[in-house]
Structures are given as C-alpha cells and as structure tokens.
C-alpha cells in the first residue's frame, strides 16, 4: 500500500463532502499513512471535560480534528473541474 496523498502541506483546498462542504482552507498538517489530513478552521469540535481533581471546574475544549483526504480537493483542480462541467 502507497502511504502518498494527493495533497501536501500548505495547498489551499476545498472540502468537498460533510457538515463543512464548499469551505476553503490551508493544509496544516498531513498524515499520509492514516490517510488523513489537518486543514486550518476546519474540524473544529467542541470536548466536554469532566473535572479531575477536587475543586476543578468542567470545561469545554475545542479540538482540531483532521478529515479523510479523499474529501478534500486542490482549489485550482475544482476550479478547472467546474469550468469544464459549463461548457
């Protein structure tokens, strides 16, 4: 099995399936050999922590989840795409 995806660090993308679809970020950070990929202002969720120790408040953290590479594309290679399904 190939451990190389079709995008790098620093490409601009778009995400092209889920609850964040048509939006456009940077690559941040890429993990080829879990196929995954960490794009800057996309994947945010929100973590409920309980408290710990005696005293400790619960909190409400917000994560930095990575997406599945396959639903993310290059912006110049969506923008051709579109421009060849108007003629």
Known sequence: MKNKLHVKKGDSVIVLSGTEKGKIGKVAEAFPK????????IGMRKKHQKPRKAGQHGQIINKHLPLQA??????????????????
Not at 70 to 85: I, T, W
């Open 70 to 87: 396959s639903k993310v594309m290059e912006v110049g290679r969506h923008k051709e795409k579109m421009a060849r399904k108007k003629q």
């Open 34 to 41: 879990r196929g995954l990929v960490l794009v800057e202002g």
